[in-house]
């Protein structure tokens, strides 16, 4: 749309993804003299840290001047381990929650929001601001002492392990056929597959909240994949 040639969009993006993946790792120390050019893993442990001494810093994708240039550039302290999270953690394992839940937040602080000029000021507003109202009324729980908190943790069993790692190297298979068969499977048969997948990320990941709801989303599931099977002849081609 904006002109780029697809070609060039192909070609940048593998590199971009296997820049972004590399980083993301404790393996690695520092890496000397490419430290002051590229975001490397340490920079960016720094980036993923909720200690005070690192929040909000390294915002760099690839070349770690920027943070410099903009002044929120932060070395890793040798003797301040980054603790990594966010300082308002999701409360949930499921992944379609966690992606839209800032959006739900903020939907439901404008509907709480009494004075309608706070109801339109919040989309346009810092992160961290809320109406005094909402503030008052409706707390959200932060993180404020990053060495001394409770992680999110749910009860489970042997078996539902099993289970879920089942469903997990299932969604694993379905994803390879789709990334493999994407040209045959063509433009609609495209989203009817991948609503199909979201459905099943967010039917074991209810799972593994214990969601009581749980149960519904995997009969859903299954009776959308067998009800595809059977109108489809097979699956996707």
């Known amino acids: 749309m ?24 404790q393996h690695i120390n520092r890496i000397g003299f ?66 839209f839940q800032h959006m739900w937040l903020m939907l439901e602080d404008a509907w709480h929001a009494k004075n309608f000029k706070d109801k339109l000021r919040i989309w346009f507003m ?23 908190f409770e992680k999110y943790n749910t009860k489970s069993t042997s078996i539902l392990n099993v289970l879920l790692w089942i469903q997990m190297g299932i969604l694993l298979l379905l994803i390879s056929y789709l990334f493999g068969n994407i040209a045959k499977i063509g433009n609609l048969g495209m989203f009817l597959y991948g609503g199909f997948i979201f459905m099943h990320v967010y039917a074991y990941s209810e799972l593994m909240d214990g969601n009581k709801y749980a149960i519904v989303w995997q009969v859903a599931t299954s009776l959308i994949g067998i009800e ?10």
């Open 2 to 25: 904006l002109g780029v040639p697809s070609i060039v969009i192909a070609t940048i993006a593998p590199i971009h993804l296997f820049a972004q993946f590399w980083n993301h790792m």
């Open 228 to 237: 595809s099977i059977f109108n489809l002849g097979d699956w996707y081609g």
């Open 34 to 99: 490419l430290e002051k050019i590229l975001v490397t893993p340490s920079h960016h442990r720094v980036h993923h840290a909720i200690n005070k001494e690192y929040i909000d810093k390294n915002y760099s994708q690839i070349f770690i001047f920027w943070d410099k240039l903009f002044g929120s550039f932060q070395e890793e302290l040798p003797d301040v381990k980054p603790v990594y999270g966010i300082t308002r953690p999701m409360r949930t394992c499921n992944p379609i929650k966690i992606n």
């Open 126 to 148: 810092p992160t961290e601001w809320k109406p005094a109202d909402v503030v008052a009324k409706y707390p959200l729980y932060k993180i404020e002492n990053a060495y001394s």
